[in-house]
């Protein structure tokens, strides 16, 4: 059975009141924004949907609600990332229960660890549930950086694992997990977490793209990618220098969240409040943020 997890999925931002509540409206909102611009899955409750800054409770009724308000629209993966393998397989076991359709698992933090312990981590999760698992690999926030072979390790035991969003600014290692992995499970899905490396992730024959941007410009990455798989290179390239431009946010000097959520509030309208001990964007960056925005024709 081919791989649903390919394309542009955006790892959704959770939106929250001013008083730090979710913001149950602003999240519809936001869903219905990105299912209306063609994105190919949700992922909830990763790195900027804010996972880290919510209760245990909090990641079950948000995980909850994503899966009935999604309502089989597109396909669903929650985040089940902790520093606690426990805690991973508690949030994996209920995310299966609810019907999500795979979960994101990231590498722990706080902890060195080595491949031996890495391995044990993803092997007790895929163990424990019988949804698709993709694999989230983002050293420069975890510390832990999964080595091609391991992946590879992981896969040739553990048919459920079946992706991975390679955050990660080395080409070659997406290069040698797509030649190491796609040649055991050719239906193996390999992510960019970038929207600079969205080019070379389909040149080297990647599934496409799980990046933080797509929150606010949905139609510019669905068409980026559309693009491509359609061999209309030209029209590729003129949308991957508007995302250059759009990327010019990060340079700001604010939070990677704070700007997202900023520029998503812009475009889609709803909150910019980010949870402590992350703050939002400034005044004066915002101007910049609607700039930018208005200088691609996102608003």
């Known amino acids: 059975m081919q791989n649903k997890f390919y394309g542009i999925i955006p790892p959704v931002l ?15 909102k936001l ?26 409770d909090e ?38 229960k609810i019907g999500a359709d795979a979960v994101a698992a990231v590498t722990p933090y706080y902890w060195p660890l080595n491949d031996r312990e890495l391995y044990e981590h993803f092997a007790n999760i895929a163990l424990n549930i019988e949804i698709p698992i993709i694999l989230y690999n983002i050293p420069m926030i975890t510390g832990q950086n999964l080595s091609p072979s391991l992946i590879l390790k992981l896969v040739k035991k553990f ?4 992706g991975i969003k390679d955050t990660i600014d080395s080409v070659a290692h997406m290069r040698n997990i797509i030649t190491l992995v796609k040649q055991e499970n050719p239906d193996f899905s390999v992510l960019t977490g970038f929207d600079d490396h969205v080019l070379n992730i389909l040149a080297l024959g990647g599934d ?22 359609t061999a209309k290179y030209d029209e590729f390239i003129k ?23 900023e520029a998503c509030s812009q475009v889609v ?31």
């Open 14 to 28: 959770t939106i929250f009141n001013d008083d730090g509540s979710i913001d149950w409206d602003g999240n519809k």
């Open 31 to 56: 869903i219905d924004y990105l299912i209306k611009n063609g994105v190919n899955a949700l992922f909830f409750e990763g790195s900027v949907g804010e996972f880290t800054q919510l209760s245990l």
């Open 59 to 96: 990641r079950r009724e948000l995980a909850k609600f994503a899966v009935d308000y999604v309502d089989g629209r597109l396909p669903v993966i929650i985040g089940c990332g902790s520093c606690s393998t426990y805690e991973a397989i508690d949030m994996a076991k209920y995310a299966e």
């Open 159 to 162: 048919p459920n694992i079946i």
């Open 208 to 229: 496409g793209a799980i990046t933080g941007c797509c929150n606010f410009a949905a139609p510019v990455l669905v068409d980026l990618y559309t693009n491509f798989k």
């Open 239 to 261: 949308y991957y220098h508007i995302v250059r431009n759009i990327n010019s946010i990060f340079d700001l000097g604010e939070s990677i969240i704070g700007v997202l959520k």
């Open 269 to 299: 309208g709803v909150n910019n409040f980010v949870r402590p001990p992350i703050l939002g964007c400034s005044k004066e960056n915002a101007k910049k943020i609607n700039k930018i925005l208005k200088s691609i024709n996102l608003l």
